[in-house]
Structures are given as C-alpha cells and as structure tokens.
C-alpha cells in the first residue's frame, strides 16, 4: 500500500489543485492505488493536479504509466497536470526514458502552482 498525502490549494483567481504527495515506491505493486488516487481527484475534485514527488524514491514503468495516465485524464478535462520535487533517484528514470520532456516539472512546489488557472476562461 502507498502512503498518498492529498491538500488543496486555491489560487488568487478561484482555481482549485489538488496537491498528491505519494510516499515511497511507486512500481507495479503500488502504481494501481496511485492511479485510483489520480482518478477521483480529478473526477471528483478538480482536475488541476500538481503531483510532489519528494518522497518516491523508486519509480519504474507502471508507476509512469499511471502519471501519464492522469495527464492525459487532465489534458481531457482541459486542466493542468504538474510534477514537482522529483527525488533525485527518481529523476533519473525521467531523463534516461526522456519522459522529463513529456511532463511539465517543477523544481517545487510553489513553482508548479504558479500559472495554473482556471480552464473555464471567460
């Protein structure tokens, strides 16, 4: 079982982000929980994701999948999914499978909430 700590952020113009912060490995054991996870956030609370990822130390292809999987969920939504805070050990699985071009990431936290607005625009 993944540990998954969930907040909320609401920025200056209204828009609602959940803030996923899983802890520990994600792989093909734990990747299905986070994609669950994934999907109620943004079905049923916002579809404005910022995805911390301090705390994976270990991430393999499943657990890829399931990122990819909620960013396309987002992007169907017409609403933003970003990753922030990539553990160095993890980052490496980003650059050697060029999947660090495919995300949008942030070094922090704060970086990956600024600029996210709502997808309703007037």
């Known amino acids: 079982m ?6 909320n952020h609401i920025t200056a113009d209204g828009t609602n982000i959940v803030v ?16 669950i ?16 990822l301090s705390q994976v130390n270990f991430i393999d292809s499943s657990g890829l999948t399931s990122l990819v999987a909620g960013m396309r969920d987002a992007d169907k939504a017409k609403a933003s999914f970003r990753i922030c805070n990539v ?9 050697v499978t060029m999947m660090d071009s495919v995300f949008a990431i942030f070094d922090t936290e704060k970086e990956a909430l600024n600029g996210v607005t709502s997808a309703v625009a007037s």
């Open 2 to 7: 993944i540990q998954i700590e969930q907040k």
């Open 20 to 35: 996923l912060a899983p802890a520990g490995r994600l792989d093909i054991t734990t990747a299905w929980q986070f994609r």
């Open 37 to 52: 996870k994934l999907q109620e956030s943004i079905s049923k609370v916002t579809p404005n994701l910022v995805v911390s």
């Open 87 to 95: 553990h160095p050990e993890a980052k490496l699985v980003f650059e």
